[in-house]
């Protein structure tokens, strides 16, 4: 592929645009960047072939969805028979049952990985978003985390022929110059650096031909087979996972929503400094092309990075959660993708009012851990006696322990646990996906890839909980509207939600302190037993001499 710069009958000047996206000051990545891209890397796969090649986009497609679907069909197909023979005959609540059923996941998940990779495209995007829901087994998530978004790019004609078919034919009327390399590639678009006729430097982002086929045979290939395993396995039903990963890919095909989303979320955070969002340039943009403001960056590991600049992590992954639980519990607008930087708005899901109000209330109770509250909460959601395992989910403790929020479990409760889940079967965990809401799937997702994210940056879990504590209860207090309010009545109401937040703190710390001090009283209990074991022994042999 050709790497030079296609030109225009003009020469352009640079200029340079800068987005601190996580934090003021902190330019961690672009604001476009998909994925690390070598130009030195050769690209010899035949979707690459078939990209550059004359062959007409239907026989592509054709191509493409025998192989990928075979490949697909013959995985699950081979996974589906490793769990039937290999837990036959064992019973469910044994432990031999347990230990064989996670050798099976283990393979079975290294399988699906291996299908993703192959594939590519939609089939990667899949495995992350399986790998980002928490319910899923561990062996699963931990395999399929590895998975990257990035694939080889698509050759500059095919590109090329895209642009002018959204943009129309006289491209040297928009462009000075456009860069035939792209700054980076993904799973469904690459994107190139362009300058526009008044100088302005721009990234141009372009969706692959014939996507919009190839997700409707894959997509229905992923609804086939996970029919299939369920007429295998009734207890496995996973058509709601399906459903939602092709609501979401929808959305992040169609890039006329993502700048909608872009411009959106802009507004939402227009006070906040801690936030840019580059400029969408609508005379530019299709649901197939997305040009935007250029901002220049490195796509590098993101603590490394920060530490070379003499940024703190930890106040990274502070500002980081805070913007996503402001999204949750006060605009109710949330970003279904959670990057180290805020970019790629094309998965956006808007919560319904009653339901966002609800998962406010729900955090509420989870920080306090008031059962009753769950509980009653959990009928709202539609999970009825599922809801004792919301502060699992989400706070890492059993809805009856003892433990100080963000501290984990105590050896007692995790044996407890042990117990209690070696007793649930998939049945269980299907029933209560399938009940739960579409808008708490997302959060679910969401909330999956915001852990993970604040673990690289080096961030306890507290971190998060506690912005969620204060942005849930933010999220509860009364709406103010600036033109119809009085400023005392806003800054009231502003007050009234801070002097709230700091009694829950209050609470939380004494709690923790109490636990600590139990700890103390626990030690030193056992020093003194020790102790006076000790001096008991002395005096013995003292006496026996």
Same mark, same amino acid.
């Given at each position: ?78 996974? &589906? ?164 990963? &092709? ?78 639980? #402001? ?179 209050? &609470?939380? #710390? ?21 102790? &006076? ?13």
């Amino acid at each position: 592929m050709r790497t030079g710069i296609f030109k225009f009958p003009a020469k352009a000047k640079t200029r340079l645009y800068l987005v601190a996206c996580a934090g003021a000051g902190t330019a961690t990545a672009t604001g476009i960047s998909l994925a690390a891209f070598n130009p030195n890397s050769p690209s010899l796969s035949y979707d690459s072939f078939l990209r550059s090649s004359i062959f007409p986009e239907k026989i592509q497609t054709a191509f493409h969805g025998v192989i990928r679907s075979s490949r697909a069909i013959y995985t699950i197909a081979y996974t &589906v028979v490793d769990y039937k023979y290999s837990l036959h005959g064992l019973p469910v609540d044994s432990h031999e049952y347990l230990q064989k059923l996670s050798e099976v996941h283990s393979r079975s998940a290294k399988r699906i990985r291996n299908l993703c990779e192959a594939n590519k495209g939609f089939y990667v995007k899949a495995g992350q978003f399986v790998a980002a829901l928490p319910q899923v087994p561990k062996e699963y998530s931990s395999t399929l985390s590895s998975l990257q978004d990035q694939t080889a790019p698509c050759d500059f004609k095919a590109i090329k022929k895209v642009l002018i078919s959204n943009l129309g034919q006289d491209l040297s009327g928009i462009f000075l110059s456009l860069d035939e390399r792209p700054i980076a590639a993904a799973s469904i678009a690459q994107v190139h650096r362009g300058t526009l006729k008044d100088q302005q430097e721009v990234a141009i982002k372009v969706q692959y031909p014939g996507l919009e086929n190839q997700m409707k045979l894959d997509t229905s290939i992923m609804s086939f087979l996970s029919k299939c395993t369920e007429w295998f396995f009734p207890e496995y039903r996973f058509e709601w996972l399906v459903s939602e990963f &092709v609501e979401a890919i929808s959305f992040e095909l169609d890039f006329i929503q993502e700048a909608r989303n872009s411009e959106r979320t802009a507004k939402n955070f227009k006070s906040n400094d801690m936030v840019r969002v580059p400029h969408i340039f609508w005379e530019l943009t299709t649901r197939q092309v997305l040009t935007m403001e250029f901002c220049r960056g490195r796509k590098v590991d993101a603590v490394e990075f920060l530490k070379e600049m003499g940024i703190n992590p930890i106040k990274v992954a502070k500002a980081l959660v805070e913007v996503y639980a #402001e999204m949750i519990f006060i605009h109710g607008f949330v970003h279904g993708d959670p990057h180290p930087v805020l970019l790629d708005h094309g998965i956006y899901k808007q919560l319904d009012e009653g339901f966002r109000l609800d998962y406010c209330e729900l955090w509420k109770a989870l920080i306090l851990l008031d059962s009753k509250k769950i509980q009653q909460l959990g009928e709202c959601f539609g999970v009825g006696k599922y809801a004792r395992y919301f502060p699992l989910i989400f706070t890492g403790r059993t809805i009856d322990s003892k433990s100080p929020l963000g501290r984990g479990m105590s050896s007692d409760e995790k044996r407890n646990l042990k117990q209690e889940l070696g007793s649930l079967q998939m049945e269980d965990i299907s029933s209560f996906m399938e009940s739960l809401p579409p808008e708490f799937l997302v959060i679910l997702r969401t909330d999956g890839l915001l852990r993970s994210i604040l673990r690289k940056l080096g961030a306890s879990q507290r971190v998060r909980l506690l912005a969620y504590a204060k942005y849930a209860l933010y999220g509860l207090s009364p709406r103010s509207n600036p033109q119809s309010d009085f400023p005392i009545k806003a800054v009231l109401s502003r007050l009234k939600t801070n002097i709230s937040y700091l009694h829950l703190r209050l &609470v939380l #710390e004494v709690l923790e302190l109490l636990s600590w001090m139990g700890k103390i009283r626990r030690l030193l209990y056992t020093l003194t037993e020790r102790f &006076v074991g000790g001096i008991r022994s002395i005096l013995t042999l003292s006496l026996s001499n």
